[in-house]
Nanobody
Framework: QVQLVESGGGLVQAGGSLRLSCAAS????????MGWYRRAPGKQRELVAA???????NYADSVKGRFTISRDNAKNTVYLQMNSLKPEDTAVYYC?????????????????WGQGTQVTVSS
């Protein structure tokens, strides 16, 4: 059973930094792409950043130059370094990963989500 567990969220002042971590566990054969999404109240879910197994990255325009996504394949972990935080970054951040894992007697590739971690940026 694959689980994604986020950590690192919290309350920070505008201009500050946070580093989010997401660790995957379970009968994992391979983690393909990994990413971070966020949802603020009254807004649609937004892709914040993504990283492929080859290290290619994509960022939302709103976070380019401020956020950096990285991964440690040995630890099955993805990170999101968030600098120069703004109040509009306040949201629940969700880890997402496309994972090939053993399930029901088969290796199945599926999409997995963490429970989310709250990031609050004060003025």
């Amino acid at each position: 059973q694959v689980q994604l567990v986020e950590s690192g969220g919290g309350l920070v002042q505008a201009g500050g930094s946070l580093r989010l971590s997401c660790a995957a566990s379970g009968s994992i054969l391979r983690i393909n792409s990994m990413g971070w999404y966020r949802r603020a109240p009254g807004k649609q879910r937004e892709l914040v950043a993504a990283i492929t197994s080859g290290g290619s990255t994509n960022y939302a325009d709103s976070v380019k130059g401020r956020f950096t996504i990285s991964r440690d394949n040995a630890k099955n972990t993805v990170y999101l370094q968030m600098n120069s935080l703004k109040p509009e970054d306040t949201a629940v951040y969700y880890c997402n990963a496309d994972i090939t894992a053993f399930r029901g007697g088969w290796y199945v590739t599926d999409d997995y989500w963490g429970q989310g971690t709250q990031v609050t940026v004060s003025s």
